[in-house]
């Protein structure tokens, strides 16, 4: 897998999933909803983790910065 995600987006999806799972325990969102977040937010830190994303990679997307060439 080659990387496709900056750290803007993997902090961005952290924050993301640490608020989803915030909301599902504190009980603001419960039901389905709550649990499709759960789902999201595990999803979410993966991706960060490893830096890849299904997504990105099936559109041709991609936040990472381009590495320079030192020639």
Request: glycine residues 8%; aromatic residues 12%; charged residues 10%.
């Amino acid at each position: 897998m080659k990387k496709n995600m900056g750290n803007v987006d993997r902090v961005i999806r952290i924050l993301l999933a640490i608020a989803f799972i915030a909301l599902y325990y504190t009980g603001t969102i419960t039901g389905l909803i709550g649990i499709a977040l759960i789902i999201l937010s595990v999803v979410f830190v993966a991706t960060s983790f490893l830096s890849f994303c299904p997504l990105y990679a099936a559109f041709g997307m991609n936040t990472c910065p381009a590495k320079e060439n030192s020639k």
